[in-house]
């Protein structure tokens, strides 16, 4: 949580950051190198008083509660309007675990505020909440209220976390809205969409995050290259399917550990680079599992794999999304492949494959939406 909101003021171009607490930890640390990576300083404190000697008055400050989560993307819009204070309606917000401000509202757990307000935590008992007196100094002040959207706009979470038995409750809720999909979803796709709600939290409990689910996806590309250069055709096949699989998984925990989907993919290099690794194996794999003659020259080996791939990528872009996520299944095709090669009727299947495909593009309607 720490991370997420450390990435939101970040992301607001914020130049200092400031973390109220009784002393450093590697947490902390981690947060630092971060912040000084950005390009940010980082400081912590033990008191609120001290923060008057880190902000100026010309200073703008983004305050955040300890424990908020809320969906970034539209809490960085909220704060990026300028100076004001979030509230919400009071039954919602005082159920979230928020402060009563006034008869009508409650805190939202977030504000920007002028700088120079914050010199009136000098007055304040040392032992102040921070965020609290900030608040109220700040509507005193004058700053206006910005309400946060509602429920069915900003979906179901905007709480505060204060101790483990809370983000136990609000954990699968959070990891449902992080892995949202707006695409159909072929067999493959849902399934580790499946695995990853439902073990998700395990694996980043164990410190078995995305990086480790990937490395494993391409482990597996390799062992079944291996496999069907040893001739063990139909294990390769399964072993790229599974690989697939756990790519997809690995995507969707990467959403879950970082907050924003640009950067999960970039820190997990291309999903498309795999989907291209994944397809050269899966040429190899029938052209070695081929029943031609020994004879038969290389590229006639490899011509149906070729075309069948080939086609496999064209057809989605013609069939539209809702065709495309089942003909992008890699997964689905190294199955089948490794049935139809079990059953010695690889070659056959292959050919079978590659002329409905065809007939496919050429018969069925062109795009996601149709006249009627």
Not at 15 to 22: D, P, Y
Not at 101 to 109: E, F, P, R
Not at 348 to 355: K, M, N, P, S
Request: charged share 15%; with cysteine.
């Amino acid at each position: 949580m720490l991370r997420q909101q450390l990435r939101l003021v970040l992301a607001l171009e914020c130049e200092r950051v400031v973390c109220l607490g009784s002393g450093i930890s590697p947490e902390l640390v981690e947060l630092q190198h971060l912040a000084e990576k950005a390009g940010a300083s980082f400081h912590v404190i033990s008191a609120p008083r001290a923060l008057s000697g880190l902000v100026t008055a010309a200073d703008e400050v983004i305050a955040l509660d300890d424990g908020l989560l809320a969906p970034a993307a539209e809490l960085a819009a909220l704060l990026g309007r300028g100076q004001g204070v979030l509230v919400q309606p009071v039954e919602q917000g005082l159920d979230a675990g928020f402060e009563r401000i006034d008869l009508n509202h409650a805190s939202a757990g977030a504000m920007r505020i002028p700088g120079r307000l914050v010199e009136r935590l000098a007055e304040l008992p040392a032992d102040c909440n921070a965020i609290s007196a900030l608040q109220r100094i700040a509507l005193q002040a004058g700053v206006p209220q910005r309400p946060i959207p509602g429920a069915g706009q900003r979906g179901p979470i905007w709480s505060l976390v204060r101790q483990e038995a809370d983000a136990l409750a609000l954990e699968p809720l959070w990891i449902r809205l992080r892995t949202q999909q707006d695409r159909p979803l072929g067999p493959s796709r849902w399934l580790a969409l499946a695995s990853v709600r439902r073990f998700g939290p395990a694996l980043l409990h164990a410190g078995s995050g995305a990086g480790m689910l990937a490395i494993g996806a391409a482990l597996l590309a390799l062992l079944g290259l291996g496999s069907g250069w040893f001739g063990l055709v139909p294990l390769g096949l399964g072993a790229c399917a599974l690989g697939w699989i756990l790519r997809h998984a690995a995507i969707l925990l990467a959403r879950i550990e970082d907050d924003q989907r640009a950067q999960a993919s970039r820190a997990l290099s291309s999903e498309a680079a795999y989907g291209w690794l994944l397809d050269g194996i899966v040429v190899a794999l029938i052209a070695w599992g081929s029943d031609l003659p020994a004879m038969t020259p290389q590229y006639v080996r490899y011509f149906p794999g070729i075309m069948l791939v080939a086609l496999l990528r064209i057809l989605p872009r013609t069939l539209g999304m809702r065709w495309g996520a089942w003909l992008e299944d890699r997964a689905l095709l190294a199955i089948l492949l490794a049935g139809a090669t079990i059953a010695g009727l690889g070659d056959e299947v292959i050919r079978a494959l590659a002329i409905g495909l065809a007939l496919a593009g050429i018969l069925l309607p062109r795009g996601d939406s149709e006249l009627t």
